[in-house]
T-cell receptor, first 110, second 113 residues
Framework: SQQGEEDPQALSIQEGENATMNCSYK?????LQWYRQNSGRGLVHLIL?????REKHSGRLRVTLDTSKKSSSLLITASRAADTASYFC??????????FGAGTQVVVTP | EPEVTQTPSHQVTQMGQEVILRCVPI?????FYWYRQILGQKVEFLVS????????KSEIFDDQFSVERPDGSNFTLKIRSTKLEDSAMYFC???????????FGPGTRLTVL
């Protein structure tokens, strides 16, 4: 099935460091989206990258997409304690439905 | 900035009872979705809704579930007879076009006792 899977499952870093997480998927996509979820809260959209794009930036976020390897990465630069959250990639499917991976839990310590 | 809203934020119900979860999608959006997230697990697609009918549903979305867009603004998810395993966070989402950014509501935490 068309599904994003994140790696690593958990990441612990110190403030100021960069955090990188990866997402792999199985079939062709139109776009891939990254979301953040603070514990027990809603999903906040971070960035959408389309299949014809290779890299996209938004503030301290950088997303890459390699359709030949069916993979994407999310880089958070100069991390802050407020970046502590779970990060999910989601691939689009029929009728725009999203299929989510299991997420990467990021902990940023001051 | 427009946002998707959901009510209630937390619903506690007894097993076997009916619940209705409500969502107000972004006003000009055309596609609507429900997802659920069991505690500690991934977000799972339940159903998509377009042009006043279900366009796709997952195997989770059995006969106990139904969706409705009763007027121009609300989008509801009804669970007819809740089970313990229905306890989860339920998210509503909407988009304007199928390949657009999908915006999620804050979720309704459903607890079935």
């Amino acid at each position: 099935s068309q599904q994003g899977e994140e790696d690593p499952q958990a990441l612990s870093i110190q403030e100021g460091e960069n955090a990188t997480m990866n997402c792999s998927y199985k079939t062709s996509i139109n776009n891939l989206q990254w979301y953040r979820q603070n514990s027990g809260r809603g999903l906040v959209h971070l960035i959408l990258i389309r299949s014809n794009e290779r890299e996209k930036h938004s503030g301290r976020l950088r997303v890459t997409l390699d359709t030949s390897k069916k993979s994407s990465s999310l880089l958070i630069t100069a991390s802050r304690a407020a970046d502590t959250a779970s990060y999910f990639c989601a691939t689009d499917g029929s009728w725009g439905k999203l299929q989510f991976g299991a997420g990467t839990q990021v902990v940023v310590t001051p | 900035e427009p946002e998707v809203t959901q009510t209630p934020s937390h619903q506690v119900t007894q097993m076997g009872q009916e619940v209705i979860l409500r969502c107000v999608p972004i006003s000009n959006h055309l596609y609507f979705y429900w997802y659920r997230q069991i505690l500690g697990q991934k977000v799972e697609f339940l159903v998509s809704f377009y042009n006043n009918e279900i366009s796709e549903k997952s195997e989770i979305f059995d006969d106990q579930f139904s969706v409705e867009r009763p007027d121009g603004s609300n989008f509801t998810l009804k669970i007819r007879s809740t089970k313990l395993e229905d306890s989860a966070m339920y998210f509503c989402a909407s988009i304007f076009l199928a390949a657009d950014t999908q915006y999620f509501g804050p979720g309704t935490r459903l607890t079935v006792l």
